[in-house]
Structures are given as C-alpha cells and as structure tokens.
C-alpha cells in the first residue's frame, strides 16, 4: 500500500480531467466534487487514446474525446459502445489539499490497458 502525492487539489477544479504520468502508468485523475477526486488508468480500451482529454459527464462517468467511448468512474466498467472492457479505477484520497493515489490498490479487476501487439490489432 503505496499512496503518492500526484497533484495538489488547487491545480484540479470541479470537473476537469489531469494526466499524471510520472507514476509506473499513466493515470487520469477526474474531480466529481470538491471532495471527491477519481484516478482511472490513462489509456481507454478502445483504441488506447489518452482519457485525459474526456469529458466528465453528468451521471459520473467519462466520455473519450477520440469515439466517445464511456466509463463509470466508481466500477471503471464501460456503459458505452466502442470500449473493449473496463477500465481500471485506483484508490485516490485528498489530504491537506493534496491529492494521493496508490497504484497497488486497484479498486476493480479491469485489465491494465495496452496497445495491441504489432499485426495483431483488429484480432482480438
Ligand atoms: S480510443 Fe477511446 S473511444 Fe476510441
């Protein structure tokens, strides 16, 4: 159990998206509310487009700038077309105005995204 400091709370405001990659992977942190503060793993399954650039949505979920792919922020699972699976969810917490994740705290059992083997793509 390994949380790290990734931002501080100031530099995300109420809805917005943040890439932080300076962890072992590449993490999408959403903030749904002034104390609510979700960190998804970067990479959709679709077409492994960067989740960053998504949009929050309503109803909790993000949406994939790239072909709209969509994933519920609290199982990771896709409620969408076009996503292969879900995505993984991490632990996330804010203290004192920092916001932790531990990547060895995955909340659900999605695979960890990647791009498809070379002359594989379109196979699976
Ligand atoms: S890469 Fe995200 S929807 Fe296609």
Redesign the pocket.
């Known amino acids: 159990m390994t949380f790290a400091v990734v931002a501080n709370l100031d530099d995300l405001e109420v809805g917005d998206t943040m890439l932080v990659d300076e962890l072992s992977e590449p993490i999408c942190l959403i903030r749904l509310a002034d104390d609510d503060v979700r960190a998804i793993h970067n990479t ?1 399954t ?4 960067p989740l960053h650039e998504g949009t929050l949505q309503d109803d909790d979920t993000l949406v ?1 700038a ?4 969509r994933y519920d922020l609290t199982t990771g699972e896709a409620v969408g077309p ?2 292969c699976g879900p995505i993984p969810v991490y632990a996330c917490k804010i203290e004192d105005d920092a916001i932790w994740v531990d990547l060895d705290q995955q909340l659900n059992d999605a695979p960890i995204p990647r791009p498809p083997a070379p002359g594989t793509r379109g196979e699976r």
């Open positions: 959709c679709h077409q492994q487009q994939c790239a072909h709209a792919s076009f996503a």
